[in-house]
Structures are given as structure tokens and as C-alpha cells.
């Protein structure tokens, strides 16, 4: 049996997706900026495709979805694009983000930081998510922009984004927001958050990859990551993925028409995966479950590598991921578990488990028994695992 539980690194594109996409490669395969008949075929379905994307995240019109090739790009382009519009030339000089961001944002911020804006790394809580207070203290009169994400990729926790955004409108500062992971999983709504900025991508929710998208409110101004040839108004320029864009579309209208089945039978096998979970002794789920997505679990076995778990649970067919760096020589801990705060011996142990619309009763039965008997086993041969118990701060 094949049991894929690693829908927070990428999803089966829905066969309806794929449908809709097939006669875009071999037959209205036309560049819709050209001028002849294989172009302006091509029309009708993306225009249907940006319909949508923005009815699907409640944008305020059609113009302010912008598509990318993926959420790393959109990231990218508004942290850099705010330096160029609002830091480079000295009226700004701060950002502020979380400590548990996805790397496409930490790491373009590292970046920037090495050219000398000023970056502050919001620390979290033990569940995982920011302070509002922190975020109100951090910000000062040169802040030019909060980059905060709805729904963090390995604890599945749900940032406070309406109180976020309303901390950044009072105070004047843009704010941006990486749905990547809550698209498909919540209601995630533009107009009634107000967030300036908001990143997601295709794959995470049943469509293609190598598509993403980045929603601009109002289209205001934002200076372009890719000059070119004026694709997309100027605004991103590259010829259009036409197949991807029309799988997008259509991934976003099924995305939210599961919204309840999510929320109602996901949940529902998430959490009797847990709950199974739970049962084993000295195991530590981050955060609760009503303040998660509905699909993922992160999850602490006390004694067991993350790496040795994911290897011996891939032997069934069971796929699962630590989080990390696993492709490391060093077995590398999982870094929001480090940033909640678990000790070293726990924060190796993590391993993430996400589920999907397409996740079955029998796949999840299957999965408890080869989780119960992997911990059996690798306990058993554990050098740091003794029945004794520790006492860990935070309670972990
Ligand atoms: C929260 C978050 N942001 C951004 C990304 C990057 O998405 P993409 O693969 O489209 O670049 C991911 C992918 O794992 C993610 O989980």
C-alpha cells in the first residue's frame, strides 16, 4: 500500500485540474500575446482561470491577482520589491517577520539584511505562533513592511492575521501574508482580512506546479521582480503558463468548494491519526487542534529520530517528512521546533504528518499500525530513549 501523508510539501493535482489543462499542450498551445488565432484562442479559459483566483481569495478585482511561477517567487517579489519602492532610498529601512516563516521568506530576508535593512525575527510561542503584542512593540516609524503567514507549513498553526492587519493599518505599514499553506485548508479572504499582500502556489491545493500567484490589493504600485516583455501589465513580465494557469484556476474553485469537507472529514482523520498517536507514551503534538489547519500534524516521539522514523515508515509506503533538512550529512532539527523552543533531544524527533481531500479511512488505519510498530522498533534500539521520564521546559 501506498500511503502519501505529505500534503504540506505537495499534493496529486486533481484529475478534474488535469483535465482542464490537457488541451493546452498539444492544442491551443498558442502565446496569448500573439496576434493570430492560436493565441486569442487561448483567451476564454485564462480569462475564466483569473476569475477564479480572485473570486477564490476574495480579492478586490480581477486586476489584483498577478500569476508567478511559484509562492518562493511572489515572497521574492514583495519583500524585494518594498526595498526598492519604499527602502532603497532611505524612507524606510524595516521589516518585521516571524522566526518560523518558510525559508523563501527568511532566507530573502537574510538577504536583505546583508544589505543593510533592518530586520526583526518575531519569536513564538510555545504553540508555535507570535505574540500581537510583540508585533505592536516591534514596529517603529521606519517600518515599511510586517510579512506574517496565515498558516505555518510544519505545526499547521493559524497566525492571527485579522489582528495582524489591523495592528499594520493603524500603524501604517504594508503587510504581507504567505497563504501558501491555508489555501484549500481555511477561508482565506483578501477583502475582509484587508492584508496588501498576499502569496500562494498551485501544488499545495491539487493543482500544477510551477504556478503561483501574488495578490496585490488595489494593484498598487510594486516594482517588478521580472522586467521583460510587459506580460501581465508590466507587472510580471514571462511568457504566460497558460496550461498552469488554467489548472490554478480551477485547483482554487475545487479548493473551495471541499472548504466544509476539509474541515469536516480531514479533520476527522487527522484527528483520529492523532489521537492514535497521542496514545503512544511520550509523544507531543505542537499546538491544538482547533487552532490548526485541518490536515497536519506535528508531532514530538520522544526517542525517535525524525530521519529513522521517515526511513522506516517509507519502507511500507508510507510517506511523511521531519521538516528539516533531511538531505543533511548532520541530522538536522526541525527549526520551529527549535523556535518554540523544545529542547535538542525533541526537536530531532519531529515528524510531520499532512493529510489531503484524497487521504482514505484505510490509508490512515494502515498508517497508526506501522507508526505504532516503527516506535516499538526504534525505541527498542534507541540510545537516548529510556521509559524514565524527563522533564522538559515548556512541559514538552
Ligand atoms: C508556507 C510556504 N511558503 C512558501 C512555499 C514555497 O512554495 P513554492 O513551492 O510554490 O515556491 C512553501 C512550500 O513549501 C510553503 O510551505
Not at 226 to 250: A, D, F, K, Y
Not at 255 to 264: F, I, R
Not at 373 to 389: E, Q
Request: proline letters at 4%.
Amino acid at each position: 500500500m501506498r500511503v502519501y501523508l505529505d500534503n504540506n510539501a505537495t499534493t496529486i493535482v486533481d484529475p478534474k485540474v488535469k483535465e482542464k489543462m490537457d488541451p493546452f499542450f498539444c492544442q491551443m498551445y498558442g502565446n496569448p500575446n500573439s496576434l493570430h488565432q492560436f493565441g486569442s484562442e487561448t483567451h476564454p479559459a485564462l480569462s475564466r482561470a483569473m476569475d477564479q483566483l480572485y473570486k477564490g481569495i476574495n480579492a478586490q478585482d480581477e486586476d489584483d491577482v498577478i500569476v508567478t511561477s511559484c509562492a518562493t517567487e511572489s515572497n521574492n517579489w514583495v519583500l524585494k520589491g518594498v526595498y526598492f519602492d519604499l527602502i532603497k532610498d532611505g524612507k524606510k529601512d524595516h521589516i518585521i517577520t516571524s522566526s518560523v516563516e518558510h525559508p523563501s521568506v527568511l532566507a530573502t530576508c537574510r538577504f536583505l539584511e546583508s544589505i543593510g535593512v533592518r530586520i526583526t525575527y518575531l519569536p513564538v510561542n510555545s504553540k508555535g505562533v507570535i505574540e500581537i503584542e510583540d508585533l505592536k512593540n516591534a514596529i517603529d516609524d521606519k517600518t515599511a513592511l510586517v510579512s506574517i503567514m496565515w498558516a505555518n507549513n510544519e505545526t499547521g498553526m493559524l497566525f492571527p492575521v485579522k489582528e495582524i492587519s489591523e495592528v499594520c493599518k493603524e500603524k501604517g505599514v504594508l503587510f504581507h501574508s504567505d497563504a501558501v499553506q491555508a489555501i484549500g485548508k481555511v477561508k482565506v479572504d483578501a477583502k475582509d482580512t484587508e492584508v496588501d499582500f498576499l502569496s500562494f502556489s498551485a501544488h499545495k491545493f491539487h493543482g500544477p506546479k510551477g504556478v503561483g500567484g501574488l495578490y496585490i490589493k488595489n494593484s498598487e504600485p510594486l516594482s517588478p521582480l521580472l522586467n521583460g516583455g510587459e506580460h501581465m501589465g508590466g507587472r510580471r513580465s514571462g511568457t504566460l503558463n497558460v496550461p498552469g494557469i488554467v489548472g490554478m484556476g480551477e485547483a482554487m474553485e475545487l479548493a473551495d468548494s471541499y472548504l466544509d469537507y476539509e474541515y469536516k472529514e480531514v479533520k476527522r482523520l487527522r484527528d483520529k491519526l492523532e489521537d492514535a498517536i497521542l496514545k503512544i507514551p511520550d509523544t507531543f503534538v505542537v499546538g491544538t487542534k482547533d487552532e490548526r489547519v485541518p490536515n497536519t500534524i506535528l508531532v514530538s516521539i520522544k526517542g525517535v529520530e525524525g530521519e529513522g522514523m521517515l526511513w522506516d515508515l517509507n519502507r511500507y509506503g508510507i510517506a511523511a517528512s521531519t521538516g528539516s533538512a533531511c538531505a543533511s550529512e548532520d541530522l538536522e532539527s526541525n527549526p520551529v521546533m527549535e523556535a518554540i523552543g523544545a529542547e535538542a533531544d525533541l526537536a530531532h524527533t519531529a515528524l510531520r504528518l499532512s493529510l489531503s481531500r484524497f487521504t482514505t479511512e484505510e490509508e490512515i488505519d494502515y498508517a497508526i499500525e506501522h507508526i505504532n510498530r516503527a516506535v516499538k522498533r526504534l525505541r527498542a534500539i534507541s540510545s537516548t530513549y529510556s521509559y524514565a521520564p524527563k522533564n522538559h521546559k515548556n512541559g514538552l
